[in-house]
């Protein structure tokens, strides 16, 4: 049996829309194991107990670049990423199949191109690059290409996750970002997203809070987070360094100096009409692992 541990991910982190991401210490374990015939799956609600599941089909379309095929498949999984949160459970998805048709079926490929392959099914790399990589990475995709710069992350950076209780779909999120942008807000971006690299690898909480801004997406989406300026509030009132919407949302991340912020924001949150899980987690470092069992 191939064993497949995919962490969450937080992808944009402000100004970095589609290409910074940051893999975190939250997991997602599939196993795979050929079968004589069909399709078992266990471990996911039943909406995705089909042909249709994520992994399964990332499993054939890897295994279909390979020129592999596989008649019967096992896929039981255990999984910890909450699911439309915003925090990478389809990226999760899609390389746990990548990787798990690469180990099952001896496909022998590289990172690399098991990257590219995971990035052609997400159809952006920002949060399928940590979720390969581990830690912070900025990635681009240039015609059928695809490239992941890893930045190095301050060890003084850990986070603190507030998942509410309701879902937003990445792709009705991206429904609501406009077609184009003026030049200033282009350049408003680029510039805070070169700065804040630099921040997180230095450690820099000043630096990283001013350059954490970002005026491409987080307005528009915004609207689809109940509660987002009562939370927004709390964390600013509760001094965290950094806030940001996770990826699509609706999780609200922040960036903390002190582990001691997600006791206090628990007491604050704790009266919002929402219910929020407040979740500290630290960086993952080094991405996907394979095991066999
Ligand atoms: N355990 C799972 N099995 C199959 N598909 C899943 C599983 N978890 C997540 N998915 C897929 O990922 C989708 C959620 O992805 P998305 O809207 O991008 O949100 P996010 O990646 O932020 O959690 C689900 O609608 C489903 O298609
Ligand atoms: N850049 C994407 C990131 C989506 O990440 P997810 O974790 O919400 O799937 C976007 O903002 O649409």
């Keep these: 049996m191939v064993r497949v541990t995919v962490p969450a991910t937080t992808a944009n982190i402000g100004p970095g829309f589609d290409t910074l991401g940051l893999a975190l210490n939250m997991y997602n374990v599939y196993n795979f194991e050929e079968t004589e015939l069909g399709l078992i799956i266990e471990g996911c609600p039943d909406e995705y107990n089909n042909e249709d599941n994520l992994i399964y089909k990332s499993f054939v379309i890897a295994a279909k670049e390979m020129g592999k095929e596989v008649k019967g498949l096992k896929i ?9 949160r915003g925090l990478g459970s389809s990226s999760a998805c899609i390389v746990g199949g990548v990787y798990g048709a690469n180990e099952l079926l001896h496909g022998g490929l590289s990172k690399d191109e ?39 992350l301050s060890e003084k950076l850990k986070f603190c996750a507030l998942i509410p209780d309701f879902e937003t779909s990445t792709c009705e999120a991206r429904k609501l970002l406009p077609q184009d942008v003026t030049f200033k807000d282009a350049v408003f971006n680029i510039s805070r997203t070169a700065v804040l690299l630099k921040a997180m690898e230095e450690g820099n909480f000043e630096v990283i809070s001013v350059s954490l801004k970002d005026k491409l997406h987080q307005k528009y989406r915004k609207t689809l987070i109940h509660q987002y300026d009562e939370v927004k509030k709390i964390c600013i009132e509760n001094k965290s360094d950094a806030f940001f919407i996770s990826g699509s949302g609706p999780t609200l991340m922040n960036i903390i100096q002190n582990p001691e912020f997600t006791n206090r924001i628990k007491v604050s949150i704790m009266n919002l009409e929402h219910n929020w899980i407040v979740k500290y987690l630290e960086a993952d470092k080094y991405g996907v692992t394979v095991e066999q069992i």
Excluded at 136 to 141: E, F, G, M, N, R
């Design 76 to 84: 039981s999984m255990n999984t910890e990423i909450p699911v439309s």
């Design 114 to 152: 098991l990257f590219r392959i995971a990035v052609k099914i997400e159809g952006h790399p920002d949060n399928i690059a940590p979720a390969v990589y581990g830690g912070l990475t900025a990635s681009i995709v240039e015609d059928d290409k695809t490239y992941c710069m890893k930045y190095n």
